[in-house]
């Protein structure tokens, strides 16, 4: 019984492996529970998606050499969401896939620093370099935003918000999709839009 | 976007701006505000003074343009050097892209963002939107995007009025944005400015950009009656039906779909394509990131064959209702 399930556990594991190259999308459709994970801060803490359970969780894929990411960096839109959530008890993770060498990778030393020079505020920063993280969800672009709802299901897969650009005076203007359902999360209502198309730069793997 | 680290400034006048009203423009550019509003700040500075450097002691009008390490150079063509009241021109906007580097399409894909034009236009005049030719498909492990590289042409019809008079010149002006990639991404901006006389007698075309306009042309998706094309979209999936006119008789293979709407299809996923009772069926997967599809799917499809008799015409335009 026991080799049943290990061998059928093998077969599915060895599925998604084959699977994952050519559809790294197809793994998190929103409705679903988001997959587990556990990745280090720029502390060398450990953070797994199991420690957080019961609170609402934000996945925000970074790489500050990308103009999408500074858009949203340097007009304060991304720390102030971090900032408004975080004082509501949304934990939120801004996740790193970049590999040594490319774009918007940076070492646990120099992580901490552009946290404190950006004024982020973040739960943590999460360093990804290997990609795993970021292939397990999907992660397209930078940024490319994830939603998980108190009871670890994934309700939110897209952009950040609907104009697609690296202009800062569009901010305002665009309906961040982020902050929609983070408010519909935390008014106890379903969220609305689950998905939208994320646009960015692509994220740097390895 | 004022802190405009990356932005490319490239004006060339040889070819249709009478030359005095280029120097004014370039001599003097704080005593004159701009279509844009604005003084012309819009030329880089060391790269003004070399210009002015250039035009004051050399008087060259031939300006290639200020060479620098910049992904792309923009630039803005008319298809004539003068033009006539009542008339529609064209006018390219030339992307000139540094080795490996792209520019985007309508539909960018996975990431990038498509080239921008915001025209500034005097009164009467009317800008059509961008014909883009069709794309190349550009693809990382992890990405697809469609874009294009080494230069691009992208077509604007513009419209005079009737009322325009003659012996006068127009300014017609654009802000341009867009996003070069390689691996890592800039985004540029130019602010482009073209100035052309108006005569009623003739309007005389810009033979040193003839073939690239005609090359353009040639490359942009046709629509073709002969070929019966529609959509339908089932558990996931969309299925693009075409059906090949009595002529031809090859058999249909390498086809490819380029959606000219984003988040629509999964552009890592693969396309297959079936014989059916009555042509082909193209299979292509649904993006996760569309929970309602539209009502119309609208695109390219690419045939390595081509759709014409001669297989000269590889793009193939398809705007029709997807049925669900």
Avoid at chain 1, 153 to 168: F, H, P, Q
Avoid at chain 2, 80 to 86: M, R, V, W, Y
Avoid at chain 2, 149 to 162: G, N, Y
Avoid at chain 2, 257 to 266: A, K, L, R
């Amino acid at each position: 019984m026991k080799k049943g399930v290990l061998i059928t556990g093998m077969m599915l594991a060895g599925f998604f492996l084959i699977l994952s190259p050519l559809a790294p999308a197809a793994e998190t459709p929103v409705g679903k529970p988001a997959p587990g994970f556990s990745l280090p801060d720029s502390t060398g803490k450990t953070h797994s998606l199991s420690d957080y359970k019961g609170k609402i969780i934000v996945l925000e894929w970074l790489n500050h050499g990308c103009p999408y990411v500074k858009k949203h960096y340097n007009s304060g839109n991304m720390q102030k969401l971090q900032k408004t959530y975080g004082a509501k008890g949304v934990i939120w993770f801004s996740l790193v896939s970049s590999a040594p060498g490319k774009q918007g990778y940076m070492t646990p030393e120099e992580t901490t620093e552009t946290v404190q020079q950006k004024k982020a505020a973040p739960k943590a920063v999460l360093l990804d370099p290997e990609g795993t993280v970021g292939k397990l969800y999907g992660a397209k672009t930078t940024p490319h935003m994830f939603i998980i709802d108190s009871e670890g299901v994934l309700v939110y897969n897209g952009g950040i918000d609907d104009i697609r650009s690296t202009s800062t005076d569009d901010i305002a203007k665009a309906r961040n999709f982020v902050q929609m359902a983070l408010d519909e999360l935390l008014a106890g209502k379903e969220v609305t839009v689950r998905t939208s198309q994320p646009y960015g730069c692509s994220v740097k793997y390895k | 976007m004022k802190n405009n680290e990356t932005a490319i400034k490239f004006i060339e006048a040889r070819d249709f701006a009478p030359r005095d009203s280029f120097v004014l423009f370039i001599v003097s550019p704080n005593m004159r505000t701009n279509r844009f509003g604005e003084k012309t700040s819009f030329v880089h500075a060391p790269c003004l003074r070399l210009v002015s450097f250039v035009v004051f002691l050399v008087s060259v009008t031939v300006l290639t343009g200020c060479k620098n390490s910049e992904p792309v150079k923009a630039q803005l063509i008319s298809e004539f050097k003068s033009i006539q009241p009542g008339q529609t021109f064209c006018v390219a906007l030339r992307l000139e892209m540094a080795k490996q580097w792209h520019t985007y399409w309508k539909n960018p894909g996975d990431s990038g963002m498509p080239t921008k034009i915001e025209w500034h236009l005097p009164d009467g005049f009317h800008a059509s939107g961008i014909q883009w030719p069709t794309p190349q498909k550009i693809e990382t492990p992890h990405d697809v995007s469609f874009g294009y590289e080494e230069e691009v042409f992208l077509l604007t019809e513009i419209q005079a009025p009737d009322a325009v008079k003659s012996g006068l010149s127009v300014e017609i002006a654009a802000r341009v944005d867009w996003l070069a990639c390689k691996e890592i991404c800039i985004p540029g901006q130019a602010n482009l400015i073209l100035n052309l006389p108006v005569d009623n007698k003739r309007s005389e075309p810009n033979k040193r950009w003839a073939r690239h306009f005609a090359a353009t042309r040639r490359n942009m998706p046709q629509r073709f009656s002969d070929w019966e094309v529609n959509a339908s979209a089932k558990n996931g999936q969309i299925f693009i039906h075409i059906i090949p006119p009595p002529w031809f008789k090859k058999e249909l293979a390498g086809i490819s779909f380029f959606p000219e709407q984003e988040g629509i299809i999964d552009l890592s996923g693969k396309q297959e394509i079936q014989s059916s009772q009555d042509g082909y069926v193209l299979e292509v997967q649904r993006s996760l990131f569309t929970e309602k599809l539209p009502q119309r799917l609208q695109g390219v499809l690419i045939s390595r064959y081509g759709w014409d008799k001669l297989g000269h015409e590889k793009a193939l335009y398809v705007d029709v209702s997807l049925y669900q």
